[in-house]
């Protein structure tokens, strides 16, 4: 996958178009907090680790012979994973309690819509094969197949047009991403049945489980939010957004 040139262009334009989206929503904020940047930094290291475990958990079993495969395959639900996991990680060593996902849910379902932009180009992550229709679309082969990644495109391309929205009216604010989690890991679960992806038993694969793992860490961090929110600090204040 990482093997197309037009994906791996994608995926840098992506990681820099965030980069800058990352700046420009704090620094509409106030004074930049110099750990901002390590916290994007790490963000981009956890994501492209735990998008390495998952794929290789999910499929690595399968592909073990395709050392290509097995060198550039990626998942989005494991970077989610990974990615998350290292911020609040790298925040808490840093001492940081700013809320960094509103930042988060414009820059990931952007970054995702322009890497499905490149699954299509590398011809991956392609749905099942069914009856021809006028919503299927046709593979390499001629084959009419679900529209898996046009969907996926579908749905962050919505949500990033919700969270941009939210952001400008001050909708459910320090709690975007956490949504998105939640949102974007369901939707998962469902999708991936009209995907081709390999199975571990009855139809059921690692990416199923990946989905419902972005949706428990969904919940467990708005639930987490939702209190730190809600607790008075020393001054009587809130925990800063």
């Not at 940081?96 to 992550?125: H, K, M, N, Q, W």
Request: proline fraction near 3%; include cysteine.
């Amino acid at each position: 996958m990482f093997g197309s040139p037009v994906y791996a262009l994608l995926s840098i334009a992506a990681i820099a178009i965030s980069a800058l989206v990352w700046d420009r929503f704090f620094a509409s904020r106030g004074p930049r907090d110099p750990r901002l940047l390590i916290v994007f930094l790490f963000a981009i290291v956890g994501a492209f680790v735990g998008a390495k475990v998952v794929f290789l958990a999910a499929e690595g079993w399968h592909l073990r012979g395709d050392w290509l495969a097995l060198a550039s395959g990626r998942s989005i639900t494991g970077a989610l994973i990974g990615g998350t996991l290292t911020v609040e990680i790298t925040k808490a060593r840093l001492g940081l309690a700013t809320a960094t996902g509103d930042a988060f849910a414009i820059t990931v379902p952007l970054s995702v819509a322009l890497g499905r932009i490149g699954c299509l180009a590398a011809g991956c992550c392609q749905g099942v094969e069914c009856e021809p229709a006028w919503w299927t679309v046709a593979d390499a082969h001629g084959h009419a197949r679900v529209p898996s990644v046009q969907l996926e495109m579908g749905f962050n391309a919505v949500f990033l047009l919700w969270s941009l929205a939210a952001a400008r009216l001050g909708w459910m604010a320090t709690q975007r991403f956490n949504i998105y989690l939640i949102a974007y890991g369901a939707f998962r679960f469902v999708h991936e049945y009209w995907r081709d992806d390999h199975r571990w038993f009855d139809g059921f694969g690692g990416y199923h489980a990946a989905a419902l793992a972005v949706f428990i860490l969904g919940v467990a961090m708005y639930m987490r939010r939702t209190r730190l929110n809600a607790a008075p600090s020393a001054g009587g204040s809130t925990v800063p957004a």
